[in-house]
């Protein structure tokens, strides 16, 4: 018989990936492309949909490619793509506006109206959160279709159908428009069980829920690959295209997080903090996301929205001297980067980095917060700032994970991180000294694409379940113990770290900072 293989196509922040793996979790060939997000006005980040396509297909041609197997052996395509976006298309099909991607923070300007709207129908916002296990934000999709219809309300009378990026590319891929079941809840507008339309939520909202994509479980079979795929791709036509999920989900799976008991890390774009419960529960404290898991189970989860985006913000705004090192000597910038890191001591002599690019989600929900470098002196150098950089990104995610555990008291020993972040063991074992626990790392440190693979062998028949996919994919490689008096100078550290947001968000700072920038940025334009 022989060898089988499944592919996962990855829809990311800043880039857009290809990967071909055998029924062992082994990456055999995969192809990468970053996409070019535009940003047309200030805060506005949106892709256009073509070249997302595109892209896509050119992933997968190379991926397949370099993997030299015989694409009659791939048995099934999934997908993962990037939560909180929207796709809105025309009776056409086509899109009536560029991608809309979950940084976009144009929309913020929707808050009175829909707040206001919800106190009219006699919605609370912990009533909000009880029926869709969501908190309020204006960080989430819907805001985007309010705005676009306040803005380009020609636009908006145009749309005929509204989806997530996964039924975006299932689309690409077999031609028919499916969204996860598991993400219908970032619309706060179904019942997140259920997936049926909250009619007293849309009608505040004044949405018609008709137009949304239907929802199926992740895992589902939703069509085959077609002719015009096949053609840009070399998979063969009729190959099994599986329901995927949330890169959150999906990277969550691909740790091997498909049980009770186990906290697995994403510091990629963003990061999150996971861990998996078999029933829906609320957070007490209305902070977390509860979404669903694949394979029918929960996870309780809690974002930072600039985590390696803020690391790349970084290398791309100070960082053309190690570049330019980097790609002579052959290794990544990254790579160059956290070399450099590694020669400021814990705390970066005294650097405080709060990472808030594209303002604050969990736990604070604070569209407002600004990043900033706080602690600098005249000794400090630029080793420290990448240092500080690193390090806040990590103190965010131990906030995430510490909202995570106090959904239902868990207590974390061991942690599995994936994302960019689990490529340096540097960053790992700053990780386990900021959580104080042991961190693995998996033999794929793109844990969002294996998950996402998982999902397609599960989808297929491939594995009976995530769990049995998990015990055949999922490989431990490395493991990091946490150095004693490190976590002793982290915790005093991150106490800094949270004081001083505390201390900014109680005065203007952030109100004044944001309202300038707005108003600066806009006369610039002009």
């Known amino acids: 018989m022989a060898k089988q293989y ?19 979790g082994n990456e055999v060939g995969s192809a990468y492309k970053e996409n070019h997000i535009t940003y047309p006005e200030p805060n506005s ?23 030299g197997i015989d694409p009659h052996d791939i048995i099934a395509v999934s997908f993962d793509a990037m939560r909180g976006c929207l796709a809105m298309y025309d009776e056409n099909g086509k899109q009536v506006h560029p991608l809309l991607i979950w940084p976009d923070t144009r929309a913020f300007e929707m808050e009175p109206y829909m707040t206001s709207q919800l106190e009219k129908a006699g919605i609370s916002l912990d009533e909000l959160y009880d029926m869709t296990a969501f908190p309020f934000n204006v960080g989430w999709p819907t805001t985007r279709i309010l705005y676009l219809r306040k803005r380009w309300p020609e636009k908006f009378q145009k749309i005929t159908r509204i989806s997530t990026l996964q039924a975006f590319m299932t689309y690409a891929f077999c031609g028919e428009y499916v969204d996860d079941a598991e993400n219908c809840g970032w619309f706060q507008l179904f019942d997140p069980k259920t997936c049926k339309p909250l009619a007293k939520v849309a009608e505040a909202w004044e949405l018609d829920v008709s137009k949304f994509t239907a929802y199926r479980p992740a895992g589902s079979r939703c069509g085959s690959i077609t002719k015009a795929c096949a053609g840009k791709t070399g998979l063969i036509e009729g190959t099994p295209v599986i329901v995927g999920c949330g890169d959150q989900q999906c990277g969550a799976v691909g740790s091997g997080n498909v049980s009770e008991g186990i906290a697995s890390v994403v510091i990629g774009s963003v990061s999150v903090s996971v ?33 390696g985006a803020a690391f790349r913000w970084f290398r791309d705004l100070c960082c053309g001297e190690e570049e330019a090192y980097a790609k002579a000597n052959g290794m990544s910038t990254y790579d160059a980067l956290t070399a450099k890191a590694a ?36 000794s400090n150098v630029k080793e420290d700032l990448i240092r500080a950089t690193m390090e806040g990104v990590t103190f965010t995610a131990k906030e995430n994970l510490d909202a995570v ?15 960019g972040a689990a490529n340096s063991d540097f960053w790992n074992q700053m990780v386990a000294d900021v959580f104080g626990g042991v961190v693995e790392n998996m033999a794929t440190p793109e844990t969002t694409a294996l998950g996402t693979a998982m999902i397609a062998a599960v989808g297929v028949g491939a594995y009976k379940n995530l ?12 493991r990091f113990e946490p150095i004693t008096q490190n976590v002793a100078a982290y915790k005093e550290l991150y106490a800094q770290f949270k004081d001083y947001y505390k201390t900014l968000a109680k005065g203007d700072c952030y109100a004044n900072a944001n309202r300038l920038q707005q108003k600066y940025a806009k006369t610039v334009e002009e």
């Open 6 to 24: 499944v592919i996962a196509v990855d829809f990311g922040t800043t880039g857009s990936r290809t990967v071909v793996f055998d029924l062992q």
């Open 45 to 67: 980040f949106e892709y256009d949909g073509q070249k997302a396509y595109d892209t896509f297909y050119e992933t997968t041609a190379q991926a397949i490619k370099k993997s």
């Open 275 to 307: 861990s998996r419960i078999p029933e829906l529960v609320l957070d007490p404290n209305r902070i977390s996301n509860i979404v669903g898991a694949p394979g029918g189970a929960w996870q309780i989860e809690a974002t930072s929205s600039t985590a």
């Open 343 to 378: 020669t400021s001591p814990v705390g970066a002599n005294g650097i405080t980095f709060l990472p808030y690019l594209t303002g604050a989600t969990t736990p604070h929900f604070n569209d407002k917060a600004r990043a900033a470098y706080l602690g600098m002196g005249m």
């Open 405 to 419: 555990a106090a959904v239902n008291n868990a207590v974390f020993n061991t942690y599995r991180v994936g994302g």
């Open 467 to 478: 769990q049995e996919a998990a015990d055949n994919m999922v490989k431990i490689t490395k």
